[in-house]
């Protein structure tokens, strides 16, 4: 199946806002430099956490 840019390509401006938005998020939790680090690396897989808690949320 061959998926062209123009049909198939929006969602990558969410999953950017949410990036940023969870970088700053985390980020600004953060009270060490490492602690800030580790805070982008989680705001890179934003979404896994979303699903944990959904998934908490229905059990």
Same mark, same amino acid.
């Given at each position: 199946m061959k998926?062209?840019?123009s049909k198939c %390509? %929006?969602?990558?401006?969410f999953? =950017? /806002?949410g /990036? *940023?938005?969870a970088a *700053?998020? =985390? *980020?600004?939790?953060a009270t060490t430099?490492?602690?800030g680090v580790l805070g982008f690396l989680k705001a890179i897989v934003w979404p896994v =956490? /979303? *699903?944990q808690m959904l998934f908490e949320? /229905?059990?």
């Open positions: 998926c062209d840019v %390509g %929006g969602s990558g401006g999953y =950017f /806002l /990036l *940023i938005g *700053i998020f =985390f *980020i600004g939790k430099f490492w602690a =956490f /979303l *699903i949320f /229905l059990a």
